[in-house]
């Protein structure tokens, strides 16, 4: 059986690697030379350690039996395969599909420790939050793919602000029911005040990105400080979802 600790332990630094993604690519485009040289040292940082932590992930998930880790490992060995396709053909959708694969190889990563007792009970006979939650994660899921595609210009801003605001309201929603519930327990409130404090945390970082393109041309490292914590952030707000729905399915 796989360590949990180990599992977090690798979320953790899988989600320091979508940062340090993020800042290659904003790097990348900058106009400055200067940060554009930067961007190199990163990028071959992100390749290298990047492949060093899919071979560390691979040893741990495998170790767990059942579809949930090799789950875990086709994710992980596609995010590495996008990856360096991406650095040698700079391909939009190549690039798009990377930072999808690593998103979701995070979030199945976390689901390893933190869904493990899954109850027997339909979907259809569980309490409507859980339903709920399950939904918001699955718009959650869709939103980072949008993400990925508007940050490699494969589709405009209205298909990342309607999916968006679909993905915050089904997020709220189960969110703030648990959160005024009588019945809840302590550890069910706390997840959904996680939940719903990183989900407003990534609402603002986002309209602040928005703000600062529609208002022209903003300090850069202020703009690639904004985009690197949105797209991180876009993540972590996966992960307090998945860790929301492990408290109700305890409940229940």
Same mark, same amino acid.
């Given at each position: 059986?796989?360590?949990? %600790?180990?599992? %977090? *332990? !690798?979320?953790?630094?899988?989600? !320091?690697?979508?940062? /340090?993604?993020?800042? $290659?690519?904003?790097?990348?485009?900058?106009?400055?030379?200067? !940060? &554009?040289?930067?961007?190199?040292?990163?990028?071959?940082? @992100?390749?290298?350690?990047?492949?060093?932590?899919?071979? +560390?992930?691979?040893?741990?998930?495998?170790?767990?039996?059942?579809?949930?880790?090799?789950?875990?490992?086709?994710?992980?060995?596609?995010? $590495?395969?996008?990856?360096?396709?991406?650095?040698? #053909?700079?391909?939009? !959708?190549?690039?798009? *599909?990377?930072?999808?694969?690593? *998103?979701?190889? $995070? &979030?199945?990563?976390? %689901?390893?420790?933190?869904? =493990?007792?899954?109850? +027997?009970?339909?979907?259809?006979?569980?309490?409507?939050?859980?339903?709920?939650? =399950?939904?918001?994660?699955?718009?959650?899921?869709?939103?980072?793919?949008?993400?990925?595609?508007?940050? @490699?210009?494969? &589709? #405009? &801003?209205?298909? @990342?602000?309607?999916?968006?605001?679909?993905?915050?309201?089904?997020?709220? /929603?189960?969110?703030?029911?648990?959160?005024?519930?009588?019945?809840?327990?302590?550890?069910?409130?706390?997840?959904?005040?996680?939940?719903?404090?990183?989900?407003?945390?990534?609402?603002?970082?986002? #309209?602040?990105?928005?703000?600062?393109?529609?208002?022209?041309?903003?300090?850069?490292?202020?703009?690639?400080?904004? +985009?690197?914590?949105?797209?991180?952030?876009?993540?972590? $707000?996966?992960?307090?979802?998945?860790?929301?729905?492990?408290?109700?399915q305890r409940a229940h």
């Amino acid at each position: 059986m796989v360590d949990g %600790r180990i599992v %977090r *332990s !690798l979320v953790a630094v899988w989600l !320091l690697m979508i940062a /340090i993604g993020a800042a $290659t690519m904003g790097l990348l485009r900058s106009p400055s030379e200067a !940060l &554009v040289d930067v961007a190199w040292l990163t990028l071959v940082a @992100h390749k290298w350690l990047g492949t060093l932590l899919a071979v +560390t992930t691979l040893a741990a998930v495998l170790r767990r039996p059942g579809q949930d880790g090799l789950l875990a490992a086709g994710l992980v060995c596609l995010t $590495t395969v996008l990856g360096w396709w991406t650095a040698q #053909t700079w391909a939009p !959708l190549a690039g798009a *599909s990377h930072a999808v694969a690593a *998103s979701l190889s $995070t &979030v199945v990563l976390a %689901r390893l420790v933190w869904l =493990r007792s899954q109850s +027997t009970q339909l979907d259809l006979l569980k309490p409507w939050t859980l339903v709920g939650a =399950r939904i918001a994660l699955a718009l959650m899921l869709v939103q980072i793919v949008v993400g990925a595609l508007l940050r @490699h210009k494969l &589709v #405009t &801003v209205e298909w @990342h602000l309607l999916v968006g605001g679909l993905a915050v309201l089904a997020v709220l /929603i189960p969110a703030a029911a648990v959160l005024y519930d009588p019945r809840a327990v302590h550890a069910e409130r706390r997840a959904a005040r996680w939940v719903m404090a990183i989900t407003l945390g990534q609402v603002s970082l986002g #309209t602040a990105v928005f703000v600062m393109v529609l208002v022209g041309l903003p300090p850069l490292l202020l703009w690639l400080a904004g +985009t690197i914590a949105h797209v991180t952030i876009g993540t972590a $707000t996966a992960l307090a979802l998945v860790a929301f729905i492990r408290q109700l399915q305890r409940a229940h």
